[in-house]
């Protein structure tokens, strides 16, 4: 693991190098030009690549790249159009460490939680982790909405598959158990307007990424989750105030490369 120490939460320093070693941080593999695509696509309210937010601001393309150079550390050149693009380090360490000050308030106070992701392979561990961690310290994870039927095509493009909860993390799965990679926010939709049809609560805190957390956001929760830098709406949700924090690295790595990252948000927060 390139000098990660094993089963033990590693130090800053030591996950910095991992990190940029496994290329979750540092030049990673997202190219320059998808980025940039999605940047325009976002600016231009391409339900897709908003994740169910609705940002308030103008966001030019212009606005998006310069907001993504502060927020996630991509290269700031204006001419650098095709090949890796970069995320900055210090600034997924910095973001983790928020997110995991929330995960602790969270657990001391034993709050309602949802946690989703629409990776069903790189980060779903990590959701998975933090999950249990969250239950064994005594919070309510809520899991509505099991079985709910995506509509096949919609303004996000053709989706199938169902709400799936496994380990208490909401995926969207088809009937045969293949999880679907999804940007939607529907699926999210489904589960909070369920909690309010049935009038429960809705959580205190969402851990998730895509549009699992944008729904979550637009609707007012307290949401925290992971975005590569191709995802500038949680960026901008953040920007806005309707994400506390969106953490910048590359979601789409091998999972156990996760591994000591998961270990080190769950240490800082008290939970690991």
């Known amino acids: 693991m390139g000098g990660v120490r094993q089963f033990l939460a590693p130090s800053r320093a030591e996950l910095r190098d ?3 070693t496994a ?8 190219p320059r030009e998808n980025n940039l695509a ?7 309210r391409q339900p897709l690549y908003l994740f169910g937010l609705q940002p308030v601001g103008e966001w030019s393309p212009d606005d998006v790249l310069e907001l993504m150079v502060e927020r996630c550390g991509v290269s700031p050149d204006r001419d650098h159009r095709y090949g890796p693009d970069t995320i900055d380090v210090e600034r997924t360490l910095d973001s983790l460490d928020s997110m995991a000050a929330r995960i602790a308030q969270a657990a001391a106070r034993r709050e309602r939680v949802m946690v989703a992701t629409g990776h069903p392979v790189g980060l779903r561990p990590t959701h998975t982790a933090v999950a249990r961690a969250l239950r064994e310290a005594g919070c ?3 899991t509505p909405a099991a079985g709910w039927p995506h509509p096949e095509d919609t303004a996000y493009g053709r989706q199938h598959g169902r709400i799936k909860h496994l380990d208490d993390v909401a995926v969207l799965a088809s009937f045969g158990g293949l999880l679907h990679h999804t940007h939607s926010p529907l699926p999210m939709r489904a589960m909070l307007d369920e909690l309010a049809a ?3 609560d809705a959580p205190d805190l969402v851990v998730a990424d895509h549009g699992w957390a944008g729904e979550a956001g637009q609707r007012g929760l307290d949401v925290v989750g992971f975005a590569d830098c191709n995802d500038p ?3 901008v949700g953040e920007a806005e105030g309707r994400i506390r924090v969106a953490v910048p690295l590359d979601d789409n790595v091998s999972p156990h490369l996760y591994e000591p990252m998961t270990r080190y948000l769950l240490e800082r927060a008290g939970v690991g």
């Open 198 to 200: 049935a009038g429960r």
């Open 233 to 235: 709406a949680l960026f």
């Open 23 to 30: 290329a979750i941080a540092g030049e990673v593999a997202t």
């Open 140 to 142: 309510t994870l809520l």
């Open 18 to 20: 991992h990190l940029i």
């Open 38 to 44: 999605n940047f325009h696509r976002m600016s231009s």
